[in-house]
């Protein structure tokens, strides 16, 4: 890969962020906002990580929405019951896991469309999500050591970019330092050529698609956790921010191929472009707009350098 392709969107990223800390210097450039936005994006990025291994399997999953409001409104359920910290957070965790396995082995298995499958999952869980609540909000008894995990900050970083941090690393870690990443970037490759290698495609599809929706249920977690009550549609806007933040991290550091340190800087774009424009006034429509361009400009500079190699 030549420069520009590798490092093009990082470049772009420094270029953003110096364009609104000259438009907005007295309150974009403030070192509390850079740390606010390491916050806003947080969430965002565990989605994205998550959706980061189906991408790496050349696969989409559609759910990870639903799965996010499903961990949030299964958690303040299990809180209202009494249950502790550690075992709601086991539940959610395996019950997030759970929804995707179930998609990863009726794609591999039966090789259904991953497209249909997942929208369809979402929706079922969707549907379950709303049944528990009754479609309205719910507060619940949430601890406050809970609530601590969404909130506090430690040493003046805040917890949610620390989980976020943590999530890159092990994302980063699995892809591409165990056999479990090297087996599904080879199906993501070439199925038919992984298959023929001896890679067995069902039990690692079953796991790229239950870490992907694990990550989602982590997120659901900890968005319960900083808002204190959870909703029925609460992730529903983190679906196509977490494909767009992973699309926009395989145009960094390698050519084409999904990535976690590529996905966390593809976070980094949105929730920077979000921050500077609220700043400045921009209506949300607009920043829509803004979003999407850059996306576009993205890949334009990727393309560009991976010709130009």
Known sequence: MSFSARYGTLIGLLAIIALFAALSPEAFAKGSNLINITQQMSLLAIVALGATFVMSLSEFD?????????????????????????????????????????????????????????????????????????????????PVGFRDLGRGYLAGIPVLTLWALAAT?????????????????????????????????????????????????????????????????????????????VFLGMTAFRDGQANALGTLLGAAIIAVVANGLTILGVPNYLQDIFTGLIIIGAVLVRNIGGRAA
């Open 169 to 245: 690393l092990l994302a980063a870690f699995i892809l591409d330092h165990t056999e479990l990443g090297r087996r599904i970037l080879a199906i993501g490759g070439n199925r038919e050529a992984a298959r023929l290698t001896g890679v067995r495609i069902v039990p690692n599809s079953v796991w790229a698609f239950g870490l992907c929706t694990l990550f989602s249920a982590l997120a659901g977690l900890l968005l319960t956790a900083r808002l204190g009550s959870a909703h029925p549609t609460g992730g529903n806007g983190f679906l196509l921010q977490a494909y767009a933040a």
């Open 62 to 142: 559609l759910s990870v929405g639903a799965v996010v409001s499903m961990a949030g409104i299964v958690s303040v359920t299990l809180f209202g019951a009494g249950w502790g910290i550690v075992p709601v957070m086991l539940v959610t965790l395996i019950a997030g896991f759970a929804v995707g396995a179930v998609s990863g082995l009726a794609i591999a298995t039966y090789r259904m469309p991953s497209f249909i499958v997942t929208l369809a999952m979402g929706t079922i869980v969707g549907g379950i999500t709303y049944w528990i609540s009754d479609g309205a909000t719910l507060f619940g008894n949430i």
